[in-house]
């Protein structure tokens, strides 16, 4: 860890040894002897790291919830956030049925899935349910695909390349869904240029929302619905500055913050 200090933070630092060695955290600190090769390699992944790439980018792969996936420049990072995203809307499809339909096929679309992290999640935790990942970047299809597959779930998560709720693959499950869920695009444009350095390495597609970051959002909000069953749920992870625009096009639902206090998702039920 000494190799690291000052020159990026110590949880990223931890990040990478983690990897290069094959350990969890506690094993950083054993004063086991560490190969010259393995320091070498450490070196030039922190000098990267401290040149802007994002360390999930530099190891391939990213924690998700109790598993990991990987990720490349083709897709968004997962985040804690999101993770909270899935764990709220799980706990509300499981308190909405009836004891007797707990067994029964739960259709799910992910919306914008990236590296498929949220269609995984949702395989993974609800074993009754069957996923329909979309994006509109096929070069993250590729990424989920591979994910899918190491997960052994492709045969409950079918991958498409679409761009709006009305085109034929999702238009064929309209008023069929029990859960809509995405985490969009909702970065206003004019901030993309603000964020961190790591960040803006991170698919522009994937972060930039339009002017107010609420176009997919706003399509989601108008449109989603529609592909829900009655009592079905929608669930998205919005801007802090959203509210505004989800009380316009959806006075029925409700926001929720995030652990940080800051307001972070919209749950819709039909």
């Known amino acids: 860890m000494k190799l690291a200090a000052g020159s990026i933070p110590r949880t990223d630092a931890e990040y990478l040894l983690m990897h290069l060695l094959g350990t969890k955290r506690h094993g950083l600190y054993s004063e086991l002897p560490v190969r010259t090769r393995t320091a070498d390699r450490f070196r030039r992944l922190v000098a990267r790291a401290q040149a ?26 997962p985040r804690p956030e999101t993770e909270e995203l899935v764990a709220r809307a799980i706990a509300r499809i499981r308190s909405g049925r009836e004891p007797s339909a707990v067994s029964r096929k739960l259709l799910a679309v992910d919306y914008g899935t990236g590296s498929g992290c949220i269609a995984i999640a949702l395989a993974r935790t609800l074993p009754q349910a069957r996923v329909l990942a979309v994006d509109a970047s096929k070069a993250a299809l590729a990424v989920a695909a591979r994910n899918v597959s190491r997960y052994g779930l492709a045969g409950r998560i079918r991958l498409a390349q679409t761009r709006a709720p009305d085109e034929p693959v999702l238009a064929r ?47 989601l909000l108008a449109h989603g619905p529609d592909l829900l069953k009655p009592g079905g749920l929608l669930a998205i992870e ?33």
């Open 52 to 77: 802007g790439e994002p360390v999930q980018y530099l190891t391939g792969s990213a924690p998700f919830l109790n598993f990991d996936v990987r990720v490349d420049r083709r897709v968004l990072i």
């Open 173 to 219: 499950r309209r008023g069929r869904l029990d859960l809509l869920i995405s985490n969009p695009p909702y970065v206003p444009t004019s901030r993309l240029a603000r964020l961190d350095r790591n960040v803006r390495r991170e698919p522009k597609l994937a972060l930039d929302g339009g002017p107010k970051g609420a176009n997919i959002v706003a399509m």
């Open 238 to 270: 919005i801007d802090s500055t959203h509210e505004a625009v989800v009380r316009k096009l959806a006075p029925a639902a409700e926001i929720e913050r995030d652990l940080a206090g800051r307001i972070r998702y919209a749950f819709l039920t039909r």
